[in-house]
């Protein structure tokens, strides 16, 4: 056995040397010849055909090994050859056989009867074609020095397939055991060398007779319902699960191990991402003075960098905090933006700071992003609340007006809906303060657009989880009914675009985020998804609802008010018509002559009263 498998390696060595390769097809080129004669006149060919043998065999020889030369095919490694590969070689013997018939017929070097030649073509092709294909068989069979695990792919359709042939052509990590598929009219079937074992359904049982480590869901098409119900069927396994990219991110066509990639958070959710044409609604962008508040926030940053992308005129960036600014910079000096980009350090809430920025620029578009949004901190902090998220929409929304821009897009939350903290109150008195400015500023379109938690924020619950699982645990969750809704933050920015494009002045937008996710569920999928078990490696801890947090977030007052767009998934609302509880009552030990409601009814609320 050991001697079998020493004369396989040296098999093998062989296809890398091109020598040694067009020596044996050489050979086995001339061999072709001469079972061109044989079979035709006698295994023992008479004495009067063996010069005629020999120039057939040397010119049919000579030339499609020149042939094969010039098209490169001693400089494939056939161990690794692919289906191009092989195309290639067909082609280029075709070509050799068409300019050995062309010769032959037009000096008659050689006596060859047609039925030797076409036995002699057909010949050359098997024997130097399975030359080819042995390589490729040795080297499969052959065990691999590194431990290969056992994988099971998730789709046999064409990326299924295309991606067990990368697998099977490279042998890297991954030894693919056979296809899962649910289309009844492939189970029992071969694709690429492997069989479809069965359906979806069948995957625990196949996982454990196959002693499988990685699944692979090689299903583009495939949407977050999908995705999610095999997570349900693999979590309990304990194997790795990784998925290639959706159709839109595979683009290029380009399917290989290389793109699969670790299941996400995202691909969870079971809510489909909005997709939003910004190309066709982002032409209120183009050659327009951008302002952009809070950019260095991970909202604000998305924005500048999905508004570079639409061809605007020049864009201004406001943050508060210079690292986050510059960090911003130094990623956008990577993409190369066309648009000049102008950074400003400054205060929202400081008037004279931001008139100095609306008279330099006058922009023509604001994307207000600005804004405190740690709920707890807040609650420590009211004053603070206040007067970036209040009074700085009352100052960047009255310059606005003051200085004729054509649209304001203010960012807000859902925590705004009847508020049971500092920081929802301050984001529902910024939405107050909109909707008075618009009927100051006619002229100017002021829209506020809100939306659930954003998946890996600054801040946000996810980094949160992924640190404590990496330091081994604990994870923390408040409360084990705690729901939140959730989108990607690419998603919540198109969503502020596209309500720039269609709003036309005192809208409030909302998208359509499916059902709220249980932040228990939440943890326990990260858990899973690095590879532990909750509860087991990695334990969860319930510490109970902090100050002003609700145990659910709705996303409006009066549902009756609202009315559908031109897209099927954003909503809209008047910024006054929905109805609200009173403020007071919001501000933990706010009281009617405490000097933060005091101010905050003087300096930030509508002079009528309206609420």
Request: no cysteine; aromatic share 10%; glycine share 6%.
């Given at each position: 056995m050991n001697m079998l498998g020493g004369l396989f390696r040296l098999w093998k060595k062989l296809a890398g040397h091109g020598f040694c390769v067009a020596l044996l097809d050489f050979v086995l080129l001339a061999f072709a010849a001469y079972l061109g004669y044989a079979i035709r006149l006698t295994l023992f060919i008479p004495r009067v055909n063996l010069v005629d043998l020999a120039r057939a065999a040397a010119v049919f020889s000579s030339m499609t090994v020149f042939l094969f030369f010039a098209g490169g095919q001693y400089r494939v490694l056939?161990?690794?050859?692919?289906?191009?590969?092989?195309?290639?070689?067909?082609?280029?013997?075709?070509?050799?056989?068409?300019?050995?018939?062309v010769l032959n017929f037009g000096w008659r070097f050689a006596l060859l009867p047609r039925t030797s030649l076409v036995i002699m073509l057909f010949a050359g092709i098997l024997v130097c074609g399975s030359l080819r294909v042995s390589w490729r068989l040795v080297y499969a069979s052959l065990p691999s020095a590194r431990k290969l695990s056992n994988a099971l792919i998730v789709g046999a359709g064409e990326a299924g397939a295309l991606l067990a042939r990368d697998l099977l052509r490279n042998r890297g990590e991954l030894l693919p055991r056979g296809f899962v598929d649910d289309d009844p009219f492939k189970a029992g079937k071969f694709v690429a060398g492997l069989a479809v074992l069965g359906g979806c359904k069948a995957l625990p049982a196949l996982v454990r007779e196959y002693d499988i480590e990685v699944v692979l869901v090689a299903i583009p098409s495939a949407n977050g319902k999908k995705i999610r119900e095999l997570y349900d069927l693999l979590a309990p396994?304990?194997?790795?699960?990784?998925?290639?990219?959706?159709?839109?991110?595979l683009a290029g066509g380009n399917i290989s191990v290389s793109r699969l990639r670790q299941i996400r958070l995202?691909?969870?959710?079971?809510?489909?991402?909005?997709?939003?044409?910004l190309q066709r609604v982002a032409a209120y962008l183009r050659g327009r003075r951008v302002l952009i508040t809070g950019a260095g926030g991970s909202i604000g940053s998305e924005i500048v960098r999905q508004v570079l992308l639409n061809d605007p005129g020049e864009v201004i960036l406001l943050g508060h905090g210079e690292q986050s600014i510059y960090l911003l910079l130094e990623s956008l000096?990577?993409?190369?933006?066309?648009?000049p980009v102008r950074p400003f350090i400054a205060d929202v809430a400081d008037e004279e700071a931001m008139r100095d920025v609306f008279e330099r620029w006058n922009p023509q578009v604001v994307f207000h992003a600005a804004a405190h949004k740690h709920v707890p901190l807040m609650e420590d902090n009211p004053r603070e609340a206040l007067r970036v998220n209040a009074r700085g929409t009352l100052t960047t929304a009255r310059l606005a007006g003051e200085f004729g821009a054509e649209r304001m897009v203010m960012i807000s939350t859902d925590k705004a809906v009847n508020p049971t903290s500092v920081m929802g109150a301050s984001k529902r008195v910024a939405e107050l303060v909109l909707g008075e400015t618009q009927e100051c500023f006619p002229g100017t379109a002021y829209m506020a657009v809100r939306f659930g938690n954003v998946l890996g924020s600054r801040g946000s619950v996810i980094p949160k989880f992924e640190d404590q699982i990496a330091n081994g645990g604990p994870v923390t969750v408040t409360d084990p009914a705690m729901k939140r809704y959730f989108m990607l933050i690419p998603e919540a920015v198109s969503l502020v675009i596209q309500a720039g494009a269609i709003g036309r002045g005192g809208e409030l937008f909302v998208l359509d985020m499916g059902e709220p996710v249980l932040i228990s569920e939440m943890a326990e999928m990260l858990i899973r998804l690095h590879g532990y078990e909750p509860g087991k490696d990695i334990p969860i801890v319930y510490t109970g609802a902090r100050p002003g947090e609700k145990l659910f977030e709705e996303l409006f007052y009066d549902p009756d008010t609202v009315r559908p767009t031109e897209?099927?998934?954003?909503?809209?609302?008047?910024?006054?018509t929905q109805k609200s509880q009173p403020l007071s009552p919001l501000l933990p030990g706010a009281q009617p002559l405490d000097p933060v409601w005091v101010w905050c009814k003087q300096e930030i609320m509508p002079p009528d009263g309206r609420e």
């Open positions: 056939w161990t690794h050859a692919g289906l191009e590969e092989y195309i290639r070689f067909a082609r280029l013997y075709l070509l050799a056989s068409v300019s050995f018939v396994l304990g194997v790795s699960v990784r998925v290639l990219p959706s159709l839109h991110e995202e691909d969870l959710l079971g809510r489909e991402p909005v997709q939003i044409d000096h990577r993409l190369s933006p066309g648009a897209h099927p998934k954003v909503f809209a609302a008047s910024l006054l």
